[in-house]
């Protein structure tokens, strides 16, 4: 596609439930990442891949958060046991090696 | 740790004023310093960036200079318009090497420009 498209854009879920966000790459873009942002801050690091392995998952909050990238394209963040705390904006980007980052407009996630 | 300390907003201008959006960081090593903006319902976008000391990044009539004596990167432009309203957010990248994209935020100054 022309951009970065996350899918779901909107989800509500219960405290509890498990959630997937989904991330499509611009095609060819080797790198790809995912930020969070809660609501009046600046977007947040969770984890960076590079074709299909994680090459850096420093910024996942807790062993609930995981993702995978599976094919080295699109991208899966994984969520279980969902809190009202993990309400954000969800941000993928993608790139190619060291060249500017593009960013998709994020899947807000609203836990109840 | 690293860290982006950026003004506070909103900011509210009438149309052609000055703008300056404050952005001071924190980080070792030799970071490399980006503005990203945020237009309604849109995607976060590049605005500008430096890599080294004493660079000036540009675009779209923004500017804004990497001073590595006042660890700062202050966004600048000479005339703001309506088209300018947008969430406004300094950021850098570690110096020390791993992912070229692995962004470090501030917390965004949001810009309001009125006709």
């Known amino acids: 596609g022309a951009g970065v498209s996350q899918t779901p854009s909107n989800k509500v879920t219960e405290k509890g439930k498990y959630v997937e966000l989904r991330c499509d790459p611009i095609?060819?873009?080797?790198?790809l990442y995912w930020y969070r942002q809660s609501l009046g801050q600046g977007p947040e690091f969770l984890i960076y891949?590079?074709?299909?392995?994680?090459?850096?998952d420093s910024g996942l909050p807790n062993d609930r958060f995981f993702a995978v990238r599976p094919e080295g394209s699109v991208s899966t963040l994984k969520i279980q046991r969902t809190e009202r705390g993990d309400s954000a904006v969800y941000l993928c980007?993608?790139?190619?090696?060291?060249?500017?980052?593009?960013f998709g407009q994020g899947t807000r996630l609203t836990v109840v | 740790g690293d860290s982006v300390t950026q003004m506070e907003g909103p900011v509210t201008l009438s149309e052609e004023a000055f703008l300056t959006i404050n952005c001071t960081y924190t980080?070792?090593?030799?970071?490399?310093l980006f503005w990203y903006v945020q237009y309604p319902g849109e995607g976060l976008q590049l605005l500008l960036k430096?890599?080294?000391?004493?660079d000036k990044g540009s675009n779209k009539g923004f500017e804004a200079t990497y001073r590595k004596e006042t660890t700062s990167f202050h966004l600048e432009k000479g005339s703001v318009q309506v088209s300018d309203s947008a969430v406004y957010f300094c950021?850098?990248?570690?110096?020390?090497?791993?992912?070229?994209?692995?962004?470090?935020f501030g917390t965004g100054t949001l810009l309001a420009v009125q006709p």
């Open positions: 980007a993608s790139s190619f090696i060291d060249t500017e980052a593009f």
């Open positions: 095609s060819g873009h080797t790198a």
């Open positions: 891949f590079q074709g299909t392995g994680a090459a850096d």
């Open positions: 980080a070792t090593g030799y970071p490399s």
């Open positions: 430096a890599t080294k000391a004493d």
């Open positions: 950021a850098l990248t570690p110096g020390y090497g791993g992912a070229t994209n692995k962004l470090i």
